[in-house]
């Protein structure tokens, strides 16, 4: 688990270079946890979509991927929205495996716990590009929340402008194999 934990931070390190240490968390957050939380009202659910959906324009980001992984067994991916409203553009394709995802998700708390545990290891012995300090802090903070999902960070959301939804990898998107090429080089 060490190597491929390291992979998915450095590969998400490269391709969003805003990521902080609260973005680490959301990413071992969704690939642990899961689609679920934002299922649980589905009418709310596909209704965000919809105005998110609206609101991408044709400002694509530069080599924007399709599907980013975000468990460290690349079976949970974002489904980033601009590249898929250009591709697909099937809003209802992927609320519908939104939906799948969820019914089929089985969220792990105590694999969040020790991957986090493993991320934190890794900062500290600075075999990870963030500050120790900082990820003590997060922590203390995270620790006082009684909700343990947490949103992006504010410089990540204004540099990146993420627009995703989370699924799980087999829930196809396009109903193709090879869709799910995520190559984390």
Known sequence: MNNSLKKIIFFHKK???????????KILFQGTMGPLHIMHNREKAFSELKKEFKRIGQDNIEDEKLLEPVSIDGKVVRVNLRPYKKEINDIELLFKAMVESAKNFIPDSEKLTNIWGEFKGFVQKDELPFNYKEVLAFE??????????????????SKE??????ILKRNNIRGQAGICNLDMK
């Open 15 to 25: 391709i969003h270079p805003s990521l902080t240490v609260q973005d680490v968390y």
């Open 140 to 157: 203390n903070d995270l620790q006082s929340k009684e909700d343990f999902e947490i949103s992006h960070s504010e410089i990540y959301r």
């Open 161 to 166: 402008n993420p627009f995703y939804r989370v």
